[in-house]
């Protein structure tokens, strides 16, 4: 088991990078419209930085080895295929409609983390908050202001891709061995950004919105790979801690840092009664607790009255 501290840092800085990630993100596609060209600088950039940091002695990561590369390949075309559904959701929703889809993934994720990954099914008061997450994403649903079509068409498909990220990736946590949790980081991003170069060259767009970037645009662009980095080490570091179900719920958690900033700062947010049911949701995340493991639920179950996140 690892230290109380050391869960705390992970979880909070996961928490942390997520909810400003949504909205750095959603600025730097706003400053600058090519989303494949803000998703590959904030891979490649991470993949930089890693490598660069090892080189000057601070962090230890792992090289690249073929079999391993070969088993993170699948991790990257999902962790892509991911982000990318992400940064198109945000293009064309606001932010609390791609949020409400987020809320109602552990309800999906509980029962593969049962079928899939060895876990018992979640206690009545558990079932009870992720049944709370799906009503209090249909009633935002209802006060949407800015409904389209293809807003909803790249959550939908984010919401399917998000669901195999979580199992999957929890799945390779468990059984690649790695030498550091900045090897996960440098393995993932690195081969997630390749495909990228040919996306944004090839699209025309993309290309004249680069040849007009600004300086404030740049700005927003290096943000996102900065809070990119942190987020990836944190995520892994999180991940490996927490079961996929409860990995997801922590991350909906932080999602209330996320409505606060987006209500200060943006002017396409929901109404006041779409951001009661956003809290709702947030409130039913809370009190889920993480189901135990089949395998030694007697001991786990003693464990069952214990918080979710560190104290």
């Known amino acids: 088991m690892k230290p109380i501290s050391g869960s705390a840092f992970a979880v909070g800085g996961y928490m942390l990078c997520s909810a400003t990630l949504l909205i750095s993100n959603k600025y730097a596609v706003h400053k600058l419209p090519a989303p494949s060209f803000v998703l590959f600088s904030q891979l490649a950039g991470t993949a930089i930085v890693v490598k660069a940091a090892q ?20 991790v990257a075309l999902i962790f892509l295929s991911t982000i990318f559904l992400n940064i198109k959701s945000l293009q064309y929703a606001n932010v609390e409609t791609f949020m409400v889809f987020r809320f109602s993934t552990p309800l999906c994720i509980s029962l593969a983390d049962y079928l899939f ?32 079509v293809e807003g909803y068409m790249f959550c939908a ?31 993932s991003n690195l081969l997630a950004s390749a495909p990228l170069i040919f996306t944004f060259a090839g699209n ?11 300086t404030s645009a740049a700005l927003a662009v290096a943000l996102s790979v900065v809070l990119g980095v942190a987020m990836s080490y944190f995520a892994w570091s ?25 209500v200060a700062i943006w002017d396409k947010h929901a109404s006041p009664f779409g951001i009661m049911c956003l809290l ?31 104290k």
């Not at 018992?120 to 997450?133: E, G, M, T």
């Not at 025309?204 to 600004?214: C, G, H, Q, R, V």
């Not at 889920?288 to 009255?305: H, I, L, T, V, W």
């Open 204 to 214: 025309a767009s993309e290309l004249e919105a680069l040849k007009n970037i600004d």
């Open 157 to 187: 498909l984010w919401y399917v891709v998000f669901c195999l990220d979580q199992i999957y990736l929890k799945h390779v946590t468990n059984t690649v061995k790695m030498d550091s949790n900045w090897g996960r980081v440098y393995y």
């Open 55 to 74: 080189a000057l002695g601070y962090i230890k990561c792992d090289a690249l080895e073929r079999e391993k590369v070969i088993k993170f390949f699948p």
């Open 280 to 310: 709702f949701c947030l409130s039913a995340a809370y009190f889920y607790k993480q189901a135990p493991m089949r395998a030694d639920s007697k001991n786990d179950e003693e464990d069952e009255g214990k918080e979710l996140l560190p």
């Open 238 to 262: 999180a991940r490996s801690l927490l079961s996929a179900t409860s990995f997801t719920v922590v991350g909906n958690v932080c999602k209330l840092l996320t409505i606060t900033i987006n």
């Open 117 to 148: 990954l060895g876990r018992q099914l979640p206690s009545p008061r558990s079932w009870a908050c992720l049944i709370a997450l799906l009503l209090g994403s249909l009633g935002y649903a209802m006060t949407d202001s800015s409904f389209r």
